[in-house]
């Protein structure tokens, strides 16, 4: 067969699934009991539903819109898939918070589950004994460890970060994800990572490519056919499989390398506190009273700590790096106050924070302004459900809408599309907790997150100045604020001058440098 043939044919596969598999959900769609209805949303057409009405890009906006439509709850059904979005901050907490036992699944993704074999990420791990049990191992991490603990990592890796924006500006952005990754990997597993090209961070990258590509259900065919899985590589229009083979490698590497340097390091007396060190000195002590298996979900847990907090915490500083370029008022505002609270006789500490506020108000409105994960990950309902005069179907993915309920002016004020850590100030005005998720599904490094980015914001603000790069004509570039689509919201690259704010930087930074 000619190589358009195969090609031809794959086509007419998948045209064939598409079709098939929505006409087998809408003949055996649940019938919806007497005095009950739907959610509303969008009308669709019998069979694929709103297939053709979802975006394929900036989906938040268009969700945003339906919300403003139709209300709280935005029901849509694609290709048999139940979804309902949560606009509301009140209904989020009504459904993942009270009514958590039953919303706080995760859909059985193949791509995720079977062919990357990624359950063991607590963000993916569906709802149950095993979801609980890593949840445990690192709350009893948190429980036996104050964060303060932690503030010499950060501290000291915030500081390598400034000398090497100082080196080359222009990296800004490999310089940050370089930080978190050093911050998490010494604080998860007592292991530093190398100053130009870490292995473990080069993984840690590519596992999150391949969740940004895969988490969302029905990114790839395979997840409408879960018998596709079984094809191989070279098979026509088995691109996923050639994906998946690299993924793949990179997140074995992840899970159990770094795990292995932090076992042996503990092995050989060598290691410095970790969670890893906290963790298996309680499985040595004991040992009677922990399941065999106990070792594997530490490593899991662990793991999941690595993937889901150094591309979450790097997205959102490059998200406030953005903000700054691009709101010189704001900016101004929090060097005065650093300078009148610090000046530049030493550089900022974590037991400056509380005086502060506006400095913080940033790292809140950073938050708020542009969520990582605008529409979240999708929670599972596990039983039929009944809100009102809603009727709700088991198996329904349920979406806390943050982009929306971040922008709902009743809630966080005016101007909700501006950027005004001013709001912030404000006693009235919450923590943007949406940004993390919701529920029992809420992150939980979190404070972890929090801190580094307050240490972050605050230092970049004392030291630098960030600007939008100059033209040709040695005018400033006007930088229009755009995000990449998927799961996660990332700004799109974008060119910015970064100088210092004094003449004493460099002389700052050395004497921190002797110190550190």
Same mark, same amino acid.
């Given at each position: 067969?000619?190589?358009?043939?195969?090609?031809? #044919?794959?086509?007419?596969?998948?045209?064939?699934?598409?079709?098939?598999?929505?006409?087998?959900? !809408?003949?055996?769609?649940?019938?919806?009991?007497? %005095?009950?209805?739907?959610?509303?949303? &969008?009308?669709?057409?019998? +069979?694929?539903?709103?297939?053709?009405?979802? &975006?394929?890009?900036?989906?938040?906006?268009?969700?945003?819109?339906?919300?403003?439509?139709?209300?709280?709850?935005?029901?849509?059904? *694609?290709?048999? /898939?139940?979804?309902?979005?949560?606009?509301?901050?009140?209904?989020?907490?009504?459904?993942?918070?009270?009514?958590?036992?039953?919303?706080?699944?995760?859909?059985?993704?193949?791509?995720?589950?079977?062919?990357?074999?990624?359950?063991?990420?607590?963000?993916?791990?569906? !709802?149950?004994?095993?979801?609980?049990? !890593?949840?445990?191992?690192?709350?009893?991490?948190?429980?036996?460890?104050?964060?303060?603990?932690?503030?010499?990592?950060?501290?000291?890796?915030?500081?390598?970060?400034?000398?090497?924006?100082?080196? #080359?500006?222009?990296?800004?952005?490999?310089? /940050?994800?370089?930080?978190?990754?050093?911050?998490?990997?010494?604080?998860?597993?007592?292991?530093?990572?190398?100053?130009?090209?870490?292995?473990? $961070?080069?993984? #840690?990258?590519?596992?999150?490519?391949?969740?940004?590509?895969?988490?969302?259900f029905g990114s790839f065919m395979v997840d409408f056919i879960p018998l596709l899985k079984y094809i191989p590589t070279w098979f026509p %229009?088995?691109?996923?499989?050639?994906?998946?083979?690299?993924?793949?490698?990179?997140?074995?590497?992840?899970? *159990?390398?770094?795990?292995?340097? %932090?076992?042996?390091?503990?092995?050989?007396?060598?290691?410095?506190?970790?969670?890893?060190?906290? $963790?298996?000195?309680?499985?040595?002590?004991?040992?009677?009273?922990?399941?065999?298996?106990?070792?594997?979900?530490?490593?899991?847990?662990?793991?999941?700590?690595?993937?889901?907090?150094?591309?979450?915490?790097? *997205?959102?500083?490059?998200?406030?790096?953005?903000?700054?370029?691009?709101?010189?008022?704001?900016?101004?505002?929090?060097?005065?106050?650093?300078?009148?609270?610090?000046? @530049?006789?030493?550089?900022?500490?974590?037991?400056?924070?509380?005086?502060?506020?506006?400095?913080?108000?940033?790292?809140?409105? #950073? $938050?708020?302004?542009?969520?990582?994960?605008?529409?979240?990950?999708?929670?599972?309902?596990?039983?039929?459900?009944? !809100?009102?005069?809603?009727?709700?179907?088991?198996?329904?993915?349920?979406?806390g809408n943050a982009w929306f309920i971040s922008h709902t002016e009743s809630f966080f004020g005016p101007d909700t599309d501006k950027f005004?850590?001013?709001?912030?100030?404000?006693?009235?005005?919450?923590? &943007?907790?949406?940004? @993390?998720?919701?529920?029992?599904?809420?992150?939980? %490094?979190?404070?972890?997150?929090?801190?580094?980015?307050?240490?972050? +914001?605050?230092? /970049?603000?004392?030291?630098f100045s960030i600007r939008p790069s100059l033209d040709e004509q040695g005018r400033e570039v006007n930088i229009i604020p755009d995000f990449?689509?998927?799961? @996660?919201?990332?700004?799109?690259?974008? =060119?910015?001058?970064?100088? &210092?704010?004094?003449?004493? *930087?460099?002389?700052?930074? =050395?004497?921190?440098?002797?110190?550190?």
């Open positions: 067969m000619k190589r358009g043939a195969h090609f031809l #044919t794959t086509a007419m596969i998948n045209y064939l699934i598409i079709l098939t598999i929505p006409l087998i959900w !809408y003949f055996r769609r649940k019938p919806i009991p007497k %005095g009950l209805r739907l959610p509303p949303g &969008p009308p669709g057409l019998p +069979i694929i539903g709103n297939l053709f009405d979802m &975006p394929k890009r900036r989906a938040w906006l268009t969700f945003a819109r339906w919300g403003k439509e139709y209300g709280d709850l935005v029901y849509v059904k *694609v290709l048999g /898939i139940n979804m309902l979005y949560v606009n509301s901050e009140i209904l989020a907490q009504e459904l993942f918070e009270r009514r958590s036992v039953i919303y706080s699944d995760r859909l059985a993704n193949t791509m995720i589950y079977d062919i990357l074999d990624l359950e063991w990420a607590l963000a993916f791990t569906r !709802y149950g004994s095993q979801w609980r049990r !890593y949840r445990r191992l690192f709350h009893d991490y948190v429980r036996q460890n104050n964060v303060a603990q932690n503030w010499p990592i950060q501290s000291q890796q915030c500081r390598k970060l400034l000398r090497n924006l100082l080196r #080359t500006p222009q990296g800004y952005s490999k310089h /940050i994800r370089h930080m978190v990754g050093a911050i998490i990997m010494e604080i998860a597993y007592g292991v530093d990572v190398k100053p130009k090209d870490d292995p473990y $961070l080069k993984m #840690t990258e590519v596992t999150m490519q391949a969740v940004g590509e895969s988490a969302i %229009g088995a691109e996923f499989q050639r994906k998946a083979k690299v993924w793949r490698e990179a997140i074995k590497g992840v899970l *159990v390398q770094p795990f292995e340097a %932090g076992k042996k390091a503990i092995e050989s007396g060598l290691a410095r506190p970790s969670m890893a060190s906290l $963790l298996l000195h309680k499985l040595d002590t004991k040992q009677k009273d922990l399941p065999g298996d106990e070792e594997e979900a530490i490593r899991d847990t662990l793991g999941s700590t690595m993937i889901g907090g150094t591309h979450s915490t790097t *997205v959102s500083l490059e998200i406030f790096m953005l903000a700054m370029a691009c709101n010189q008022d704001a900016q101004k505002k929090a060097q005065e106050e650093i300078d009148r609270v610090i000046g @530049f006789d030493r550089l900022v500490e974590f037991e400056d924070r509380d005086s502060l506020p506006y400095t913080n108000a940033i790292v809140k409105e #950073t $938050l708020r302004w542009q969520p990582l994960l605008p529409l979240g990950i999708p929670h599972r309902l596990m039983e039929d459900d009944i !809100y009102g005069e809603y009727f709700i179907p088991k198996g329904t993915l349920v979406l005004q850590p001013e709001r912030f100030l404000r006693p009235d005005v919450p923590y &943007p907790t949406m940004a @993390f998720g919701y529920g029992r599904r809420i992150c939980p %490094g979190r404070q972890m997150a929090d801190e580094t980015m307050f240490i972050t +914001i605050a230092s /970049i603000l004392q030291i990449s689509d998927g799961i @996660f919201s990332c700004p799109l690259p974008f =060119s910015c001058r970064i100088t &210092p704010r004094s003449t004493r *930087v460099e002389e700052l930074l =050395s004497e921190a440098e002797t110190l550190d």
